[in-house]
């Protein structure tokens, strides 16, 4: 008597895409994660945007200390009971930290932070003896 065996060559794929499926559909909380951070200078200041949507004010937290200056935050996932049935959530949820030097010519004690439309705006203004000046030299 013989058996006839039906090989699914796709049984692993299958296997391997339901994993996938089901990591793609659960939040992403406890990996860390990096928002992305444009850093620019100009003469009065160096400034520093971040990417923060979904992250309440809050949940931020901005320290400059030693030269460096390090933002933390948080970003919770919130899941709707009414809501049923993700098919993919792909963004991170959980905590970040990014430090950055400070260079020695910017006033630590005058930073200032804007939150608007899930965008971090950093301005660390320039000491006076960091701007560059223009003189004026007489020729005689």
């Given at each position: 008597?013989?058996?006839?065996?039906?090989l699914?060559?796709?049984?692993?794929f299958?296997?391997?895409e339901?994993?996938?499926?089901?990591?793609m559909?659960e939040?992403?909380?406890?990996?860390?994660w990096s928002?992305?951070?444009?850093?620019?200078?100009?003469?009065?200041?160096?400034?520093?945007?971040?990417?923060?949507?979904?992250?309440?004010?809050?949940?931020?937290d901005i320290?400059?200390?030693?030269?460096?200056?390090?933002?933390?935050g948080?970003?919770?996932?919130?899941k709707?009971?009414n809501?049923?049935?993700?098919?993919?959530?792909e963004?991170?949820?959980?905590?970040?930290?990014r430090?950055?030097?400070?260079?020695?010519?910017?006033?630590?004690?005058?930073?200032?932070a804007?939150?608007?439309?899930g965008?971090?705006?950093?301005?660390?203004?320039?000491?006076?003896t960091a701007?560059?000046?223009q003189?004026?030299?007489?020729?005689?």
């Open positions: 008597m013989s058996t006839a065996v039906t699914d060559p796709f049984q692993g299958r296997f391997f339901d994993a996938v499926t089901r990591l559909n939040p992403r909380t406890g990996r860390p928002p992305a951070v444009d850093i620019l200078e100009t003469e009065d200041a160096v400034t520093l945007k971040a990417d923060l949507p979904d992250v309440k004010t809050e949940d931020i320290r400059v200390e030693n030269g460096t200056m390090t933002l933390k948080l970003r919770k996932f919130e709707d009971e809501v049923k049935g993700y098919h993919r959530i963004r991170s949820y959980g905590e970040f930290v430090s950055f030097a400070v260079p020695p010519t910017v006033e630590t004690d005058k930073v200032g804007e939150y608007k439309n965008v971090l705006t950093i301005t660390l203004p320039k000491k006076e701007k560059p000046r003189v004026k030299v007489e020729i005689h």
